[in-house]
C-alpha cells in the first residue's frame, strides 16, 4: 500500500486552543497509520514537507442538500434529472475545494450518488444521505402551493425533488422502511413549518407524535436514528421526546427545552449562514416573497440559540443547509459563529462533534491512528484566525480525502 509521510506540521486537534508544532503524520493507503511528535521513520513512503503550516482534519458539513441545484424548491423539484445529475457536479466539487471532505445530506442526496463518489467518477465530499426527507401534507417538505392545482404528489420521482409526502401511521412507517431499504444512512423529517416552503408557518408543527415514533422507531430497527428540522421549543420537545436524535436549526430554542435536549443526549445542528443568505440574495434567486417573509422570524434568534446550545451544555455540530445558487456562501458559517463561539469551538463542531452526530468519531473528523486520512494543510492557524476558512478554500494548500490529494500545493 501507498504510504506518504506529511513532516513538519502545526498539528490542530478538535477541540484545544492552539496547534502543537512539530509533528509528523504517516499515511498508509485511505487511513492514518501513525502520528508522532518524533520523526517517523518509513523508509518507502513519500515524504511531504508541509513547512509547520497546519495539518487540520478535513471539515464535516451535517446538513447540507447537494441536490438543491437552483433555489426556488418548486422549480428544483421540476428539474429533468439529468440536469439535476449534471448540476449537482460543480457543487460537489466545489464543497470538497473548500475543505469538506464529509457531509450528511438532509434531503435529496441518495446512497447512488454516494456511491458514484466513492467509486471516482465525480469529485465530492464522503456523502451521509438521508433520502428523501418525510413531511406531513402541507409540512415544510411539501412544496406545492396554496394556489396550486393540488395534485396527490409532486414530482416525488425526480432527483430535485428533495422530500417525500407522507400521512399517517402506515404510510410514513412505509416510507422509512423505502427510504432505508435504498441506501439513507439516517432519516430526516420535517417537524415544523419552515422558510423555503411557502404555506406553512414557521410554529407550525408537523407530523403526529404517533407518526414521529413509528418514525423513530423503524429507524432504531436499522440501527440508525432521525434528524429533524424544528424551530420552536414545542415543535424541539414533541420530536425529542418521541426519539429524534439531532435538531436541524433549533433557532427559537428557549433554555428549557435546551435544558431537555441536554438531558436526552439531542444534539443541534445550527445551519445559520442559510437565512444570512436568503435575507440577502434569495429574492434574486426567485424564492418565493412569502418564503423571505419569513427569514426574518428566526434569523435573528440564530445567534441567541447558539448562546442557548452552549449555556445548556448541548452538543453543537455544524451545518449551512444552502439551497441552489447560495451553496457558494457555505464557509461563512465559520465567521457568522465566531461572534458567540471560540474558533476551537467552532472548528470542534465541524470536525470532531459532526464525527459523533455520523457515529463515526475516531474514523472521521480526528487525525489519529486508524481514522480516514481526510486532512486539509491551512497556511496560518485558524484557530488565531478562523476566516483561513471562509472563501472557496483559497487558504487551503493542500486537501487531503481519504489518503489521496485532491488539491496540493505544498513544494
Ligand atoms: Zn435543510
Given at each position: 500500500m501507498e504510504q506518504i509521510v506529511l513532516r513538519n506540521c502545526a498539528l490542530l486537534v478538535p477541540g484545544e486552543d492552539d496547534t502543537r508544532g512539530g509533528y509528523d503524520v504517516l499515511i498508509e493507503g485511505d487511513r492514518i497509520r501513525q502520528v508522532s511528535d518524533r520523526p517517523i521513520v518509513a523508509s518507502n513512503a513519500r515524504s511531504v514537507d508541509v513547512g509547520g503550516k497546519t495539518v487540520m482534519p478535513g471539515l464535516i458539513d451535517?446538513?447540507?442538500?447537494?441536490?438543491?441545484?437552483?433555489?426556488?424548491p418548486t422549480e428544483n423539484a421540476g428539474l429533468p434529472n439529468q440536469t439535476t445529475a449534471y448540476a449537482v457536479i460543480p457543487v460537489l466539487r466545489s464543497m470538497l475545494s473548500r475543505g469538506y471532505t464529509t457531509v450528511r445530506d438532509a434531503a435529496g442526496a441518495d446512497f447512488f450518488l454516494a456511491q458514484a463518489i466513492e467509486s471516482g467518477y465525480i469529485d465530492g465530499p464522503r456523502i451521509f444521505p438521508s433520502g428523501k426527507a418525510l413531511s406531513q401534507t402541507?409540512?415544510?417538505?411539501?412544496?406545492?402551493?396554496?394556489?396550486?392545482?393540488?395534485?396527490?404528489?409532486?414530482?416525488?420521482?425526480?432527483?430535485?425533488?428533495?422530500t417525500r409526502v407522507e400521512d399517517g401511521v402506515d404510510s410514513v412507517r412505509k416510507a422509512t422502511r423505502e427510504e432505508l431499504l435504498k441506501g439513507a444512512t439516517q432519516i430526516k423529517i420535517t417537524a415544523s413549518g419552515g422558510v423555503?416552503?411557502?404555506?406553512?408557518?414557521?410554529d407550525n408543527t408537523g407530523f403526529s407524535l404517533d407518526e414521529i415514533r413509528a418514525i423513530v422507531e423503524e429507524a432504531a430497527a436499522t440501527n440508525t436514528y432521525v434528524l429533524a428540522h424544528a424551530y420552536t421549543p414545542r415543535a424541539i420537545r414533541r420530536a425529542i421526546d418521541c426519539g429524534v436524535r439531532t435538531i436541524e436549526?433549533?433557532?427559537?430554542?428557549?433554555e428549557e427545552t435546551a435544558k431537555r435536549m441536554h438531558e436526552l443526549g439531542v444534539y443541534a445542528v445550527p445551519t445559520l449562514v442559510t437565512y444570512d443568505a436568503l435575507a440577502k440574495h434569495g429574492e434574486h434567486f426567485g424564492l418565493y416573497p412569502e418564503s423571505i417573509a419569513k427569514v426574518a422570524d428566526v434569523r435573528e434568534a440564530g445567534l441567541r440559540s447558539l448562546e442557548i446550545f452552549r449555556n445548556a451544555d448541548v452538543k453543537i455540530g455544524f451545518g449551512t443547509d444552502l439551497l441552489g445558487e447560495m451553496?457558494?456562501?457555505?464557509?461563512?458559517e465559520f465567521q457568522i459563529r465566531a461572534s458567540v463561539l471560540k474558533p476551537s469551538e467552532i472548528i470542534a463542531s465541524a470536525t470532531a462533534t459532526n464525527a459523533e452526530i455520523l457515529r463515526m468519531q475516531g474514523q472521521l473528523g480526528c487525525i489519529e491512528p486508524g481514522a480516514f486520512a481526510d486532512l486539509l494543510v491551512v497556511d496560518g492557524n485558524p484557530l488565531r484566525d478562523?476566516?483561513?476558512?471562509?472563501?472557496?478554500?483559497?487558504?487551503?494548500?493542500a486537501i487531503m480525502k481519504s489518503g489521496c490529494f485532491f488539491k496540493n500545493e505544498l513544494a
Open positions: 451535517c446538513h447540507v442538500h447537494v441536490m438543491s441545484v437552483v433555489a426556488n402541507g409540512g415544510h417538505g411539501d412544496f406545492r402551493r396554496r394556489t396550486d392545482h393540488l395534485e396527490p404528489s409532486c414530482c416525488s420521482d425526480r432527483l430535485g425533488m428533495l423555503a416552503s411557502s404555506a406553512d408557518r414557521i436549526h433549533g433557532n427559537l430554542v428557549d451553496h457558494k456562501y457555505q464557509s461563512d478562523i476566516s483561513l476558512l471562509a472563501g472557496q478554500g483559497e487558504h487551503l494548500t
